[in-house]
């Protein structure tokens, strides 16, 4: 063997060996779960329930924090994701609209591809969406709604969203489809789904669909008017509120999933011991318990990077066929 080639296998052999110690030393500084919405919305509000029992199952000395980098529908968050690196300390949280209604609905596609350009390693939790309608709305039901939103009124009538092509976006331009061509109110975007149940509860926009997991402040102090929920059964935390099923219209049958990630790459010796602390945080019987009254509901099937990805394929198949039935496109952003 060359002297060259000598070198270069010693080379190899010291990468891999400071590779293998940084896994055995896992975490020794703070890891940071990245979302892509402001503070308070249901995506924020996930990723910190779950890192409360998660530094127990990781070491003694780990330490978790939460950043919001707020943008298109979390879109931003997952391409500024795509270009840590894979070491575990950078991760990210993300819901359907980034993962899967981007990716497939978007007329120019996003700039990373879900499947190939993360490391998927755990399912947190899934959230209903509700639709919400301000305190005066004219209308004390669903079908009462509906029937104002076929009308020539809706013209004049705004809904809010989490953002432009965001899962409640879509959520409601999917409602709009069902009620037929009278229905013509506009989206007023936000910056996350506080800010969008805010802007109802304040009386800047007339409705929205948001999820329950942003809204169950507002319901809970009476500020905006759940009229019903996107769930398949109606949610333990608020039993007086049917589902769209219900009420006739059962293709709104939509729950947001919430996934934890990475960037490609992380070594599976990290991504298994960060799917073995999320696993066992969501089983804590306290943990439960905080996610069923914020309005979303711990993942309690099988939890495992593998089953991760699956959901994220499976997402992405649905809202193609979605788009492919209503003809919703996301445009610009």
């Known amino acids: 063997m060359r002297r060259r080639d000598l070198l270069l296998g010693a080379g190899a052999t010291i990468i891999s060996g400071r590779a293998s ?3 055995d030393t896992f975490p020794d500084r703070p890891i940071t779960i990245t979302n892509g919405y ?12 779950m890192i409360e029992q998660m530094p127990p199952n990781l070491g003694g000395n780990a330490r978790l924090v939460v950043e919001n980098r707020a943008g298109a529908s979390g879109t931003l968050a997952s391409a500024w ?11 990210l949280i993300s819901e359907s609209s980034s993962f899967a209604i981007w990716p497939s609905m978007h007329e120019s596609g996003t700039p990373y591809r879900p499947l190939q350009d993360f490391t998927w390693i755990a399912a947190i939790c899934t ?3 509700v639709l919400l309608v301000k305190p005066d709305f004219p209308a004390r039901n669903a079908s009462e709604a509906f029937e104002v939103l076929r009308s020539d009124r809706s013209a004049q009538l705004d809904y809010s969203s989490s953002g432009a092509g965001s899962i409640p976006h879509i ?3 999917m409602l709009k489809y069902a009620l037929g061509k009278g229905a013509l109110s506009r989206n007023i975007p936000y910056r996350g789904g506080a800010a969008a149940v805010l802007s109802i509860a304040k009386g800047e926009t007339a409705w929205g669909v948001a999820s329950l997991g ?13 009229l019903a929920v996107t769930g398949a059964t109606r949610f333990p935390a608020f039993p007086d509120v049917p589902t769209f099923a219900e009420v006739g219209l059962r293709d709104m ?18 991504y298994a011991r960060l799917n073995r602390a999320s696993v066992a945080a969501l089983t804590h019987p306290q943990t439960r318990e905080r996610f069923l009254g914020a309005g979303m509901q711990a993942w309690n099937a099988e ?6 990805r699956r959901i994220v394929e499976a997402e992405l198949a649905r809202f193609r066929s979605i788009g492919e039935r209503t003809g919703i496109k996301i445009t610009g952003g």
């Open 21 to 23: 110690a940084a896994q």
């Open 38 to 49: 402001g503070p308070g919305g249901s995506t924020d509000i996930a990723a910190r329930l």
């Open 81 to 91: 994701m795509t270009r840590q690196p894979p070491d575990g300390y950078s991760l």
């Open 127 to 129: 959230a209903p969406m």
């Open 171 to 173: 959520a409601a331009e």
């Open 214 to 226: 942003s809204a169950a402040g507002q319901m809970q102090g009476d500020l905006v008017r759940p």
């Open 253 to 270: 049958e939509i729950d947001i999933f919430y996934l934890l990630s990475g960037p490609a790459g992380l070594p599976p010796e990290i």
């Open 303 to 308: 939890n495992t990077p593998e089953s991760a």
